[in-house]
């Protein structure tokens, strides 16, 4: 916007400035840029050629999905693969590659792919998204990410698409849309499926299951830790950043493994039934999804108490940052991990691997933890005051929703439109980022040139 467009005429220049500026800001721009292709697929998915009865979508269903599409959830009101038609997958899935790489970085990738130049404004936008670990690093990571992101959605399609046709007799053209469709949507970690039980028909199919265990957790590293890997680093050479990444991701999958196969072995309504290979491959695929995916091969309806809580857990955290998937993040987990151990050993410094962490990076990983209990504490209080389920559906919900998972015990679809809404706000603020949107809507930054007296109140 310049001072002599239309959209401009008549504004004091001072204001105009004061908006260029705000809309240049990444930590605006952002969430910004997530609300209007938000609002362009919710226009697209009320069509009447997007739902397969031939009229228009409900404005609040389309919303929820694109919402939940764009935020790469795969919470949904309405069943996708008989509610919307063939043309309203493909805005569904659009918006789910829209949503997984993020607008602003597919924007400045398009810009570096005509012009071959970044200038610094767009350099800024893209490393608030990717969180380059260095401005000088955005333009590599975001070939990269471009790069990454094909590549392995291809190679899962193809190996799907492959299956579907020889094991299921599926045609050519259902069986590449399928296996397109999944790969897509468990690369973005967004859990969407055209199968209306999602994975559940392939719960004895490793090689259906394997893949798309593969690509959720590809997508949900983080493209600053593949980009370390991708440069041919040895282990001991990577940023800290990476190292709690990769072994809190390890760690993570194992425990989560561990704990759905030792709560589910004899469930019979989900994995008591099957051959213990299957039940070793439905822990691990539960385990993996919970990383924010949302796909499920068992009934998470009929999942017991404690494997509830235990998703929970795994749903909250998340996966890397900088990646598809969503909650807190595992670095903020294990970082706050870290500010809990130096103090009972009584440390002054945080450290982790050899490496001292700053005051103001656990400032803001209590900060995120903070407002991310705040949000699922307040979405979870409001949707039992105007519901009767029971607190441990809604908390599932609300953490699944935030975190941007998409596991539901399938009470989605019955909470009442206000219920509904709650829920897209969870989505929205999870997918942007709490510290972004925070950030997005304040005015200005306080910088005091002072500081206050110390003292120690008692704590504990």
Same mark, same amino acid.
């Given at each position: 916007?310049?001072?002599?467009?239309?959209?401009? &005429?008549?504004?004091?220049?001072? %204001?105009?400035?004061?908006?260029?500026?705000?809309?240049?800001?990444?930590?605006?721009? %952002?969430?910004?840029?997530?609300?209007? &292709?938000?609002?362009?697929?919710?226009? !697209?998915?009320?069509?009447?050629?997007?739902?397969?009865?031939?009229?228009?979508?409900?404005?609040?269903?389309?919303?929820?999905?694109?919402?939940?599409?764009?935020?790469?959830?795969?919470?949904?009101?309405?069943?996708?693969?008989?509610?919307?038609?063939?043309?309203?997958?493909?805005?569904?899935?659009?918006?789910?590659?829209?949503?997984?790489?993020?607008?602003?970085?597919? &924007?400045?990738?398009?810009?570096?792919?005509?012009?071959?130049?970044?200038?610094?404004?767009?350099?800024?936008?893209?490393?608030?998204?990717?969180?380059?670990?260095?401005?000088?690093?955005?333009? $590599?990571?975001? =070939?990269?990410?471009?790069? %990454?992101?094909?590549?392995? #959605?291809?190679?899962?399609?193809?190996?799907?698409?492959?299956?579907?046709?020889?094991?299921?007799?599926?045609?050519?053209?259902?069986?590449?849309?399928?296996?397109?469709?999944?790969?897509?949507? &468990?690369?973005?970690?967004?859990?969407?499926?055209?199968?209306?039980?999602?994975?559940?028909?392939?719960?004895? $199919?490793?090689?259906?299951?394997?893949?798309?265990?593969?690509?959720?957790?590809?997508?949900?590293?983080?493209?600053?830790?593949?980009? #370390?890997?991708?440069?041919?680093?040895?282990?001991?050479?990577?940023?800290?950043?990476?190292?709690?990444?990769?072994?809190?991701?390890?760690?993570?999958?194992?425990?989560?493994?561990?704990?759905?196969?030792?709560?589910?072995?004899?469930?019979?309504?989900?994995?008591?039934?099957?051959? @213990?290979? $299957?039940?070793?491959?439905?822990?691990?695929?539960?385990?993996?999804?919970?990383?924010?995916?949302?796909?499920?091969?068992?009934?998470?309806?009929?999942?017991?108490? #404690?494997?509830?809580?235990?998703?929970?857990?795994?749903?909250?955290?998340?996966?890397?940052?900088?990646?598809?998937?969503?909650?807190? =993040?595992?670095?903020?987990? !294990?970082?706050?991990?870290? %500010?809990? @151990?130096?103090?009972?050993?009584?440390?002054? $410094?945080?450290?982790?691997?050899?490496?001292?962490?700053?005051?103001?990076?656990?400032?803001?990983?209590?900060?995120?933890? !903070?407002?991310? !209990? +705040?949000?699922?504490?307040?979405?979870?209080?409001?949707?039992?005051?105007?519901?009767?389920?029971?607190?441990?559906?809604?908390?599932?919900?609300?953490?699944?929703?935030?975190?941007?998972? +998409?596991?539901?015990?399938?009470?989605?679809?019955?909470?009442?439109?206000?219920?509904?809404?709650?829920?897209?706000?969870?989505?929205?603020?999870?997918?942007?980022?709490?510290?972004?949107?925070?950030?997005?809507?304040?005015?200005?930054? =306080?910088?005091?040139?002072?500081?206050?007296? #110390?003292?120690?109140?008692?704590?504990?």
């Amino acid at each position: 916007m310049s001072a002599n467009t239309p959209a401009a &005429a008549g504004m004091p220049p001072e %204001v105009v400035i004061s908006l260029r500026r705000s809309l240049q800001h990444p930590a605006r721009v %952002v969430p910004m840029a997530f609300l209007a &292709a938000i609002a362009i697929g919710t226009a !697209l998915l009320m069509l009447p050629v997007a739902r397969s009865s031939g009229e228009g979508a409900p404005v609040l269903t389309a919303l929820f999905t694109a919402t939940s599409a764009i935020c790469v959830t795969g919470l949904i009101v309405v069943d996708t693969p008989t509610y919307w038609s063939h043309f309203g997958q493909v805005i569904i899935l659009a918006l789910i590659q829209i949503g997984g790489l993020g607008i602003m970085t597919g &924007a400045t990738l398009l810009g570096l792919l005509v012009t071959r130049k970044l200038r610094l404004p767009s350099l800024l936008v893209a490393q608030a998204e990717t969180r380059s670990l260095s401005l000088g690093d955005v333009k $590599d990571v975001l =070939k990269l990410i471009l790069a %990454v992101t094909f590549v392995v #959605e291809a190679l899962v399609a193809f190996t799907l698409a492959l299956r579907l046709r020889q094991a299921y007799g599926l045609p050519w053209d259902e069986s590449v849309w399928h296996g397109v469709f999944q790969s897509v949507s &468990a690369f973005n970690n967004a859990g969407f499926s055209t199968y209306s039980d999602s994975l559940m028909s392939f719960s004895s $199919d490793a090689v259906v299951l394997v893949p798309i265990m593969s690509a959720v957790v590809v997508g949900g590293l983080g493209f600053p830790v593949i980009f #370390e890997v991708w440069r041919g680093k040895r282990p001991s050479q990577f940023s800290i950043h990476s190292k709690i990444t990769l072994v809190g991701t390890a760690l993570l999958l194992v425990l989560g493994f561990v704990a759905v196969a030792a709560y589910e072995w004899t469930n019979p309504a989900t994995l008591g039934p099957m051959a @213990w290979p $299957d039940k070793m491959l439905n822990a691990m695929a539960h385990s993996v999804m919970t990383r924010t995916a949302g796909f499920n091969a068992v009934d998470v309806g009929k999942l017991t108490t #404690e494997t509830l809580t235990v998703s929970n857990a795994l749903m909250l955290i998340g996966g890397g940052s900088a990646g598809t998937a969503g909650g807190i =993040k595992v670095s903020t987990f !294990l970082i706050l991990g870290f %500010v809990v @151990w130096a103090e009972i050993r009584g440390d002054r $410094d945080t450290t982790a691997f050899r490496r001292r962490i700053g005051s103001h990076v656990q400032r803001q990983a209590l900060t995120i933890v !903070l407002l991310a !209990l +705040g949000l699922v504490g307040a979405g979870t209080m409001f949707i039992l005051s105007v519901t009767d389920f029971s607190l441990e559906a809604v908390l599932f919900e609300t953490i699944s929703a935030f975190a941007t998972v +998409g596991l539901s015990v399938g009470i989605t679809a019955q909470l009442p439109p206000s219920a509904q809404l709650v829920i897209i706000v969870l989505m929205f603020v999870g997918r942007v980022g709490t510290i972004t949107a925070a950030s997005a809507l304040a005015l200005k930054e =306080k910088h005091v040139p002072y500081r206050y007296p #110390e003292e120690r109140p008692i704590v504990g």
